[in-house]
């Protein structure tokens, strides 16, 4: 028993979408996760509550609406069109654009419960110690808060890895461009070969404990040497 | 050479309203009740509190001025807080290199080496913050401030998170930064031990703003204000090191109202010192014992009595123009029929060498 090509396919599409969307939602969320920690605005609730959403709707809703937004009569997938692209549905960007919305919080409230972890003493410290605004940002928040970047980047790959509800609804499932691991593995079942199914159920099932466990084991480290 | 502050902050809860004028050398000590805005002030002086429409200069340089705001990492000071706050993911000596790193190398006054052997940590520089003590915390959070080679050195009651066994630890390198380095402090205390030990001068704070400033050694022994009303009422006398005594191991000390004979202290001839003493150990005789063994008597001239408490009064003596504190009962001194302008002499029981 072994992975035939289109397993092996998926298993890439799978880790670039994976890599790609922690990738974007780590550059985009750091800056939106550190506003959410240290903002005073009166509304920042109804942000917060807008970035959980994905954590409770169900993927199909997401998904839907996201069909709705990126396919050719849609504003993102017609604004591509006229730049002279694709329709964004059935293609890998629209699964990284679904895929950042997919897994948003599981970036950013690690990210922005760790920088609120901080507080503002150390922040005080180092500009009395001369430091400016950016320069405390990259040399105190963020060290500070690296057991909530390990946190956002494993549980922002892995759960990019774990979906399915939002892929099938805007990806499809076209071999070797949207097929990732979590559909192949529908598909086998539909087929009923048990076996292939077994193979990448296990490997996942490996996979994302392998990943817990890293988070939790350096996590453990972090909080031992900083109390 | 001065500082002057100028800061109107109106909170729910609070509301500071300051004008402040101290001398811009030695150690000026905020002091007051909890709650009264000495550290909302010190945090305006750094910048960390931004109170519209201040003022702040120190010593000709304007920090904050109508709509000029110089940011706290533009402002030459140094702070230390209440809890030592070292990085935690930083050992000592990158701590010690942090602000070090962000000022000009001409600016660099204060050598790294000389912050570290000041505060006695060298021993403790590959540790992480949290091998240490908190004693020892506090002496790296100290030297950390002092590396940036501040002109203005800000400390937010440094001392009240130890116990006092710490206290004690930390007190004779806050005395030696006093003595060695000519930074001036703003030192925030609630503890009359820690001012009469550091200030030269001393501005008292009081429901958001300050109610008296001036020399240490006038604030307490003014009697319209609240320090000489307690029950731990005390004179500061700056006194000279004139002469010992090898037979006897005594030291004297010479001051504008004579000399004090205190136990032996190895201190050259010339060392200017600060002597504490207690007005409760202070009598009044109206003629010179000669036959007691207080070794410490002066003649004097009553300046002023208020009543402290129902019992007791306070006198206030002149020794050589020298003010004195004196705490008697009232019996006493209606037998000795005191009023302002007599002459007497003041016995000291016991005198107290500070530094």
């Given at each position: 028993m072994s992975l035939d090509e289109a397993d092996i396919a998926a298993l890439f599409v799978t880790l670039k979408l994976a890599g790609l969307t922690t990738l974007i939602l780590l550059l985009l969320g750091t800056p939106l996760a550190w506003w959410l920690a240290r903002?005073?605005?009166?509304?920042?609730f109804l942000l917060e509550a807008l970035i959980a959403l994905p954590l409770v709707l169900p993927p199909t809703v997401l998904g839907f609406y996201l069909l709705i937004t990126l396919g050719p009569n849609g504003p993102l997938g017609s604004l591509s069109q006229a730049l002279g692209g694709p329709s964004l549905a059935f293609t890998f960007t629209g699964l990284v654009i679904g895929s950042v919305f997919y897994s948003m919080p599981f970036v950013i409230q690690p990210l922005q419960n760790a920088f609120a972890a901080i507080g503002s003493r150390p922040l005080e410290v180092a500009a009395t110690l001369r430091a400016s605004p950016l320069d405390r940002f990259f040399t105190i928040a963020v060290p500070l808060a690296r057991s909530g970047f390990l946190t956002a980047t494993v549980l922002g790959f892995a759960h990019t890895i774990g979906e399915f509800g939002v892929v099938l609804m805007?990806?499809?499932?076209?071999?070797?461009?949207?097929?990732?691991l979590s559909i192949a593995i529908y598909d086998h079942v539909e087929a009923l070969e048990y076996g292939q199914a077994h193979l990448l159920s296990g490997g996942l099932l490996l996979l994302s404990f392998l990943m817990l466990i890293l988070v939790y084991a350096v996590n453990r480290r972090f909080s031992l040497v900083q109390q | 050479m001065t500082i002057q502050a100028r800061f109107e902050l109106h909170k729910e809860d609070f509301s500071l309203d300051v004008d402040l004028h101290i001398p811009a050398r030695g150690v000026t000590a905020l002091f007051?009740?909890?709650?009264?805005g000495k550290t909302t002030l010190l945090r305006a002086i750094a910048g960390l509190e931004h109170c519209p429409q201040g003022f702040l200069q120190i010593d000709g340089m304007c920090w904050q001025k109508e709509k000029l705001f110089v940011p706290p990492h533009q402002r030459s000071l140094g702070y230390v807080f209440q809890e030592a706050s070292l990085f935690p993911h930083l050992n000592v000596r990158h701590n010690l290199e942090y602000g070090l790193k962000r000022v000009p190398v001409a600016e660099r006054r204060v050598p790294l080496d000389r912050a570290i052997e000041l505060l006695g940590i060298s021993p403790l520089?590959?540790?992480?913050?949290?091998?240490?003590?908190g004693g020892e915390r506090q002496r790296v959070a100290i030297a950390r401030a002092l590396a940036v080679s501040p002109r203005l050195m800000l400390m937010d009651e440094p001392l009240a998170a130890l116990d006092l066994a710490r206290k004690q630890e930390i007190f004779p390198y806050l005395e030696s930064l006093h003595r060695e380095l000519d930074i001036p402090v703003i030192y925030v205390s609630h503890s009359p031990d820690e001012v009469a030990r550091l200030a030269d001068h001393l501005v008292l704070m009081e429901a958001g703003g300050i109610s008296a400033s001036g020399p240490i050694t006038d604030m307490l022994t003014r009697?319209?204000?609240?320090l000489s009303q307690g029950g731990d009422a005390e004179t500061l006398i700056e006194a000279t090191v004139s002469e010992h005594d090898e037979v006897y191991k005594l030291t004297y000390l010479d001051f504008p109202g004579g000399r004090f004979t205190v136990a032996y202290k190895d201190l050259p001839v010339g060392t200017k010192v600060r002597l504490r003493i207690i007005a409760r150990d202070v009598s009044i005789t109206l003629e010179h014992q000669s036959n007691t063994s207080i070794l410490n008597i002066f003649p004097a001239t009553v300046d002023k009595i208020v009543p402290a408490g129902s019992a007791q009064v306070t006198v206030r003596l002149l020794a050589g123009n020298v003010p004195i504190l004196s705490r008697i009962t009232r019996k006493s001194a209606a037998l000795l029929d005191l009023t302002p302008g007599k002459a007497v002499y003041a016995q000291a029981k016991s005198v107290a060498l500070l530094a």
């Open positions: 903002s005073k605005w009166r509304y920042k805007i990806g499809g499932n076209i071999p070797g461009e949207t097929q990732v | 007051g009740p909890s709650g009264c520089l590959a540790r992480k913050p949290h091998k240490l003590s009697l319209d204000l609240p």
